[in-house]
T-cell receptor
Framework: DGGITQSPKYLFRKEGQNVTLSCEQNLNHDAMYWYRQDPGQGLRLIYYSQIVNDFQKGDIAEGYSVSREKKESFPLTVTSAQKNPTAFYLC???????????FGEGSRLTVL | GQSLEQPSEVTAVEGAIVQINCTYQTSGFYGLSWYQQHDGGAPTFLSYNGLDGLEETGRFSSFLSRSDSYGYLLLQELQMKDSASYFCAAFSGGYNKLIFGAGTRLAVHP
């Protein structure tokens, strides 16, 4: 079955540690996205990528980094520079022509 | 700046009709989307309006007026399972940058 896989689903880390969240899709989608969601809030765009080896900052990119070395993969690193990293992180993808985003099940990061 | 405004909460009873409004301010507007999210889950796509007018998909309809920078999601024959958060989202500054509103929490009561 085609879809988007995020891992891990739950992650606990100590303050000051970098964390990498995985996002893999087998939908052959060109564009991929990372969003952050805090409790009771909307989705805020961190980074997005339209093609391999290219990505753009969203509205809250500070303290995060990404790479897009393969079409299928768009990992997100939450660095120690991110002041409040505890949140629900959602990866999504879409085709170039479509208005519909497909989401993974999310990764819930808790920094202790 | 870029922003989408929608009510924070709406309450309705089973079988009723509810309308969730969304006003937007974005540069390079390409269209308005709607997503549903149940607690703890991932958002799922409901509809997309690229042009003015009404789009109907089963019990859900979505409307867009570009001249008013306004859209709405209409949910008919409400069911308990429709209790969720609903987000409007707009493509801004290109057909790949999607920005979300803060969401409307819909509670459906018996």
């Amino acid at each position: 079955d085609g879809g988007i896989t995020q891992s891990p689903k739950y992650l606990f880390r100590k303050e000051g540690q970098n964390v990498t969240l995985s996002c893999e899709q087998n939908l052959n989608h060109d564009a991929m996205y990372w969003y952050r969601q805090d409790p009771g809030q909307g989705l805020r765009l961190i980074y997005y990528s339209q093609i391999v080896n290219d990505f753009q900052k969203g509205d809250i990119a500070e303290g995060y980094s990404v790479s897009r070395e393969k079409k299928e993969s768009f990992p997100l690193t939450v660095t120690s520079a991110q002041k409040n990293p505890t949140a629900f992180y959602l990866c999504a993808s879409k085709t170039r022509e479509s208005g519909e985003l497909f989401f993974g099940e999310g990764s819930r990061l808790t920094v202790l | 700046g870029q922003s989408l405004e929608q009510p924070s909460e709406v309450t309705a009873v089973e079988g009723a009709i509810v309308q969730i409004n969304c006003t937007y301010q974005t540069s390079g507007f390409y269209g308005l989307s709607w997503y549903q999210q149940h607690d703890g889950g991932a958002p799922t796509f409901l509809s997309y309006n690229g042009l003015d007018g009404l789009e109907e998909t089963g019990r859900f309809s979505s409307f867009l007026s570009r001249s008013d920078s306004y859209g709405y999601l209409l949910l008919q024959e409400l069911q308990m399972k429709d209790s969720a958060s609903y987000f409007c989202a707009a493509f801004s500054g290109g057909y790949n940058k999607l920005i979300f509103g803060a969401g409307t929490r819909l509670a459906v009561h018996p």
